[in-house]
């Protein structure tokens, strides 16, 4: 077996031990005659003991699952946290143990789940926000750790690391709360203040001498800051929580982005930069670009072009893209802004480029953290909170989808959101469920309804890219 991924030190060798008798001792099987597996698997069970005394003693679950789905592996850990008996778990199939839930204790779909996402990408996933229901059917908050097994390419079994995180979730959940209470309490009374000082700053209203207003200002400016920053600590703990409004629905985003361009226009107008919108791939003949610094005539031009269609927020997404653009508009002072929409027949990929200061290639790990400022001259003078590409991030996963960027110091950036993209069937089969009964599949049109994105890589059909690393449109 090649490129094992390894969990840590004593763990990793017992997993992988105890994976390994199991593993082979279930191919000695399909394989009765062969000698040298005999050979292999009895070295091993000496070894097991060892291992077995490791997997017994550690608090955290372990689970080893084969390359057919069934339990393999299921330590008393793993019996604690989720109220299985291991005897009543080994052997089973791992969706049979491991029902996977949101904190209401609904099912999500099964691409979501780290057992399958790590199935699918073949990397090692770590999932710090899921839920499963345990036997007595309570939900749990556990976070996960799959590492799959790979050899060749191929995944022959997964190795799930478990921990019980109900304690900590519910102290996350407070200290938001908390925020959440504290913010909302705290915009009445800095809106108020901010209101007074645009009177005394108004010369129909007030009169005060020159230096007076240039006190005013400053505290007028920072009073703004301090809305901005509530608003931000609001929004985000309400992301953080899980109680962030969010009425999904069809939306076209190509429609949706050309009046979005429309309204965003004059921010770039103001700083003299140039806006452009880019609709489909560059190489598709229907593409149309157009010059979003003109006003725009969108109603006039008849393009034939691809439906992106995804089901999302249109309010939320929304304030994602005009969170990336405003930044764009923030961070860049001369050049161009582009937004851009193309997709393949899984994905839709939004993208935001600027010809700005850019991002050190040490910062763009941490830019999507709450409070992640960059720190150098440009973010210094220009304000901000460091909120906003968190609370982009937050929205864009409700969605199942991924942001990310791609930078270079000096020259600019580029921000890409992929979303799941719906056929055009599915799209008319929502909508008209949405219009038959509207406020029934308000609350039904879940997240679970929402395809996830898919963990390939490029799509023959149109090569547009779905992992971080490789993004062109
Ligand atoms: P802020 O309110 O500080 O803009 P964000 O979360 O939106 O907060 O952005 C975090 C940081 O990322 C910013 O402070 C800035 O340093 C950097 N940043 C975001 N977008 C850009 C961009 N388009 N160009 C350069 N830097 C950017």
């Not at 005394?53 to 019996?79: M, T």
């Not at 291991?86 to 209401?104: I, R």
């Not at 509530?230 to 409004?245: I, N, P, V």
């Not at 719906?422 to 929502?430: G, H, K, P």
């Amino acid at each position: 077996m090649q490129n094992i991924t390894v969990i840590g030190g004593g763990l990793a060798g017992a997993l992988v031990l105890g994976g390994l008798v199991w593993f082979v001792a279930t191919r000695r099987g399909k394989k009765k005659n062969s000698a040298s597996n005999n050979k292999l698997a009895s070295s091993l069970r000496d070894e097991r003991a060892k291992s077995d005394f490791i997997l017994n003693a550690i608090e955290d679950g372990v689970v080893f699952v084969g390359e057919d789905g069934s339990i393999g592996l299921f330590n008393p850990g793993a019996a604690k946290i989720t109220g299985w008996e291991q005897a009543d778990a080994q052997g089973l199939e791992w969706k049979s143990v491991f029902e996977f839930v949101d904190a209401k204790g609904a099912p999500v779909p099964d691409d979501v789940t780290p057992f399958i996402r790590a199935q699918r990408s073949t990397q090692p996933i770590h999932d710090n926000t899921a839920n499963i229901k345990g036997k007595s059917g309570k939900v749990i908050a556990v976070s996960f750790t799959v590492s799959p097994l790979v050899d060749k390419g191929k995944v022959n079994a997964l190795v799930a690391v478990l921990r019980d995180v109900s304690a900590e979730r519910q102290e996350a959940a407070q200290r938001a709360e908390f925020i959440s209470t504290a913010s909302h309490e705290m915009r009445t009374p800095v809106a108020a203040i901010e209101g007074y000082l645009s009177l005394a700053l108004n010369e129909k209203v007030a009169t005060i001498d020159s230096r007076a207003k240039d006190f005013l200002e400053k505290a007028h400016a920072s009073a703004r800051h301090l809305g901005e920053l509530f608003q931000d600590l609001l929004t985000s703990s309400k992301a953080e929580d899980g109680r962030l409004t969010n009425h999904p629905e069809v939306v076209e985003m190509g429609g949706f982005m050309e009046q979005l361009t429309s309204d965003l226009h004059f921010a770039a107008q103001k700083k003299n930069l140039v806006m452009e919108f880019t609709i489909g791939n560059d190489s598709v003949l229907n593409d149309q670009v157009i010059d979003a610094s003109a006003p725009p005539s969108f109603a006039n031009q008849k393009v034939v072009r691809p439906l992106y269609f995804v089901q999302v927020d249109p309010d939320r997404i929304r304030e994602v893209i005009t969170n990336l653009f405003d930044n764009a508009c923030k961070y860049t002072d001369k050049g161009k802004i582009s937004l851009g929409l193309t997709g393949n027949d899984k994905v839709v990929q939004l993208y935001i480029r600027d010809t700005g200061h850019g991002i050190p290639p040490e910062d763009v790990p941490h830019l999507f953290e709450k409070f992640y400022r960059v720190d150098n001259s440009a973010t210094r003078t220009i304000g901000g909170t460091g909120l906003g590409l968190f609370i982009c991030r937050k929205i864009v996963e409700l969605y199942h989808g991924r942001i990310w960027l791609e930078s270079k110091l000096g020259e600019g950036s580029s921000f890409y959101i992929n979303l799941p993209r719906l056929s055009t069937q599915q799209a008319e089969a929502l909508q008209a469920k949405q219009e038959a009964e509207p406020k029934a599949v308000d609350a039904e049109v879940s997240l679970n309804d929402i395809p996830s994105t898919p963990e390939t890589t490029t799509a023959p059909s149109t090569g547009v890219p779905t992992t971080p690393g490789n993004p062109t449109p």
